[in-house]
């Protein structure tokens, strides 16, 4: 990828677009492409396609996709499976038509089974039933990154899929429903804090595990895949560490400090156990995290507050 080739970045406005769009920027890349889904809705395969005709771009970061916390997913059900299926399908096709010279398509880590073994190696896709409260929008990743395989064994293109596991940082989405949960954690400590309630109530037992990665550590994951990664293989991107649902909340807690107590309402979904990524093949191809967990959501909370401030400000 040299630094004059165009690069279009779907969904550079969301916290891994914008994420990638910095590490770009800060690497010298000069011609970055973007669209907002209001200049160009990408479940629009006319639309897309006379975008690719007219920008033929070299180099795609497909991150632009329908995204939420387990509420959201299992709410939306119909909309996590379309919206995801149609903007995938509209712009691996279009990348195919145009011969961009290579696709990042991300995923997630919710593509393997609910009760694969731990931590979840690449090669467990499709071996088990999925968790229920994300099916939908699951199916819908497989998809892509069926279609990435297959648009590669019949065509030669080079297009890429890698398997994000829970994200954070900066750009985040802070909806109180719809938002995943370490958001959602930094909005409700923070707003008891200011309110002066004696307690934050926590979705579920607190006894799920979970992985996080910062979303500018993702982007220089994505970046760094994208200079040195041809392969047909999945490749994971996290950093090989969980913690429970509770010893997250006791985290954000302390870096919000907000000195009242934990409530769990169970009537709320717990959703897959444990869904610690295997990054044995991130790493033997020569990357890893550098962003701690504590550390990131200081930095997190940081960007929360000054959104937030300018919202107040509004
Ligand atoms: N957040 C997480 O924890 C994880 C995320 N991922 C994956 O990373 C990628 C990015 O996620 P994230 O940054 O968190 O998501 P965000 O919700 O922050 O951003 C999603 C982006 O997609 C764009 N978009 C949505 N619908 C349309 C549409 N119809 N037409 C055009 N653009 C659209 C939005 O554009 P606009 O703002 O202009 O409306 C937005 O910029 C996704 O593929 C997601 O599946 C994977 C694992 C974990
Ligand atoms: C990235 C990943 O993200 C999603 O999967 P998830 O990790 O299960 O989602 P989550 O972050 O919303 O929840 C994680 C855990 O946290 C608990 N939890 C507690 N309190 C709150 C809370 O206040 N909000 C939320 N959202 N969760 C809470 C919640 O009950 C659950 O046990 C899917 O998009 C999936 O498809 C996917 O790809």
Redesign the pocket.
């Known amino acids: 990828m040299k630094l004059t080739d165009k690069i279009y970045i779907a969904g550079h406005r969301g916290m891994v677009g914008g994420a990638i769009k910095r590490r770009l920027e800060t690497l010298g890349y000069q011609h970055i492409i973007t669209r907002s889904s209001a200049e160009l809705d990408l479940r629009n395969q006319a639309s897309v396609n006379a975008f690719f005709a007219a920008e033929k771009p070299d180099y795609v970061f497909l991150a632009a996709a329908k995204?939420?916390?387990?509420?959201?997913?299992n709410t939306y059900r119909a909309e996590f499976l379309y919206d995801n299926l149609i903007m995938e399908a509209n712009i691996i096709h279009a990348a195919w038509q145009q011969q961009v010279t290579k696709l990042m398509f991300l995923g997630?880590?919710?593509i393997y089974p609910k009760l694969a073994p731990q931590p979840l190696q690449e090669s467990s896709l499709l071996t088990g039933p999925l968790?229920q409260?994300?099916e939908p929008?699951?199916i819908a990743?497989i998809a892509g990154i069926k279609l990435c395989e297959a648009y590669r064994d019949q065509y030669g293109c080079n297009f890429i899929s890698v398997m994000?596991?829970?994200?954070y940082g900066i750009g985040d989405n802070y909806h109180p429903e719809n938002?995943?949960?370490?958001p959602?954690?930094i909005r409700?400590f923070h707003e008891a804090k200011e309110a002066g309630k004696p307690a934050v109530?926590?979705?579920?037992t607190?006894t799920?595990k979970?992985e996080f990665l910062y979303a500018d550590d993702l982007a220089d994951a994505c970046v760094y895949l994208m200079l040195h990664y041809d392969g047909k293989e999945l490749v994971n991107i996290g950093t090989g560490e969980d913690l429970t649902?509770r010893e997250?909340?006791e985290t954000v807690k302390e870096v919000v400090c907000y000195e009242g107590n934990l409530e769990f309402d169970t009537s709320?979904?717990?959703?897959?156990p444990r869904?610690l990524m295997d990054v044995s093949r991130l790493h033997s191809l020569g990357w890893k995290h550098s962003t701690g967990l504590k550390e990131g959501i200081v930095m997190a909370y940081a960007d929360y507050l000054k959104k937030s401030r300018l919202t107040l400000n509004a």
Not at 268 to 272: A, E, S, Y
């Open positions: 995204v939420g916390g387990i509420h959201a997913n997630s880590s919710c968790e409260t994300n929008y699951a990743k994000p596991t829970n994200l938002s995943h949960v370490l959602a954690l409700k109530t926590i979705w579920g607190g799920p979970r649902i997250l909340a709320m979904p717990d959703g897959t869904k």
